[in-house]
């Protein structure tokens, strides 16, 4: 009964089992609006008629995400932006204020064609408005190209494999400092023989027909966690306390416990670099009679992201399903 041949293998084992087209995907909106933010506002645009300003990024609606698959790395991202400018004639000295608009800056469209709409508040000052309408949409869509570029650049470190050289210099930083080396968008990376490991954040949802205290109780009771991993398990449901599943395949510890509401603990499986760890953060929505399960696993190895996903969904997710369902049935 408890022998590990009828299960799948543990995460990092292989792709045996795996569904095609799963991957990790890194939502870019805050940062995209921070970055937009960065690159437009504060523009200026000069000429024989006067100086432009872009002083306000007035609107920003939409979402920016990057997801790898297979190796390789997809954007996906679609904003509607309004921003606010203001220019001074240079013979007269009049000064004068406009705003643009860019209604779908999105991967459908290259820059270039991207729609930009410039328009001036009534009265004097159209000379400023072609101003903008000419040398400033030109300039505007030169910080796009830069926003661009830095969502493939900056916001995706740690999603492709370091050079060695990379990870030999980092770690030679990491062991000057005496600190974990940890970047905005790469959360862990570890030390291994003087190269860094890159690491991927994966997050998932599910529903189960359970109010939160009963699922966070199968969290954390040794005798459910047996019942739905099929495998003898040793549980210590207090901080710091140990953890060991599935054979001694997924070890770890117990870091944080609010009950019903969320856990945190440090994961790992035994194919992992040794001493390895991801942090796994579990929050339980009670929705009446059903808890929303929102599960944040970071530092995962990204040669493990797809396996840890299905681990979870198969392993975890599906078997607590039927466990709740086999509880119920028994009532009935």
Known sequence: RFSWGHRDPPPGAGKAGLQPGCGTERDATSWSRSKLQEV???LVVEGEAGRCEICELKQVEGEASCSSRKGRLIFFYEWT??????????????????SIEIPNLSEENEVDDTEINVSKKKGEGDILKELMRTEGTTKVREALRDY???????????MILPTKAAGQELAAESKLSGN??????????????GVKIPTVRILMREI????????????????????FSKCPAVIEAERG??????????????????PGQRLVLKWRCRNWPDEHYATVVLNFKGMAAETELQVECKGV???TEDSTRQWWKKQYFEEIHNLLQQSKDNMD
């Not at 220019?87 to 007269?92: A, P, R, W």
């Not at 661009?148 to 740690?158: C, H, P, S, Y």
């Not at 974990?180 to 023989?193: G, N």
């Not at 953890?243 to 609010?258: A, I, K, N, P, Q």
């Open 180 to 193: 974990t080396v940890q970047e905005s968008a790469s959360p862990h990376l570890l030390d291994l023989v």
């Open 301 to 303: 190895p990204v040669s």
């Open 148 to 158: 661009l570029k830095a969502l493939k650049t900056e916001f995706t470190l740690g």
């Open 40 to 42: 437009l506002v504060g």
């Open 241 to 258: 306390g140990k953890l060991l599943m599935f054979d001694g395949c997924v070890s770890g510890e117990y870091t944080e416990l609010v």
């Open 208 to 227: 189960f027909s359970s109010p939160a205290d009963e699922l966070y109780s199968i969290f954390t009771t040794k005798e459910l966690i047996q019942k």
């Open 81 to 98: 932006l309004r921003l606010s400018w203001k220019g001074t004639v240079k013979e007269s000295g009049e000064k004068h204020k406009g």
